[in-house]
């Protein structure tokens, strides 16, 4: 059984940075494709960002912007978002693929104000 809980969400201004993690509990290696996702109110919820070993792939939308990247010692996902834009409001979710499973987090909200 795998359980991810993320954190570090909040109110940020444009332009600003926020840090999400994601801690993940059960046996999650770095084989496993961990990703981010977001959901805006009325949108579906899309692909943020993805991790398998030293592999990554962003959106379009946050190249450049956005960095993903994964502590194997402390089973933690991590994404550094900066130069936020009101655009990038949205619910934020982890998730790891194991052993064929899917695993969401709860979701953590992050709000850019204009």
């Known amino acids: 059984q795998v359980q991810l809980v993320e954190s570090g969400g909040g109110l940020v201004q444009a332009g600003g940075s926020l840090r999400l993690s994601c801690a993940a509990s059960?046996?999650?290696?770095?084989?496993?494709?961990m990703g981010w996702y977001r959901q805006a109110p009325g949108n579906q919820r899309e692909l943020v960002a993805r991790?398998?070993?030293?592999?990554?792939t962003y959106a379009n939308s946050v190249k450049g912007r956005f960095t993903i990247s994964r502590d194997n010692a402390k089973n933690t996902l991590y994404l550094q978002m900066n130069s936020l834009k009101p655009e990038d409001t949205a619910v934020y979710y982890c998730?790891?693929?194991?052993?064929?499973?899917?695993?969401w987090g709860q979701g953590t909200q992050v709000t850019v104000s204009s």
């Open positions: 998730n790891a693929l194991v052993r064929g499973n899917n695993y």
């Open positions: 059960g046996s999650i290696f770095s084989s496993n494709l």
């Open positions: 991790i398998i070993g030293a592999a990554t």
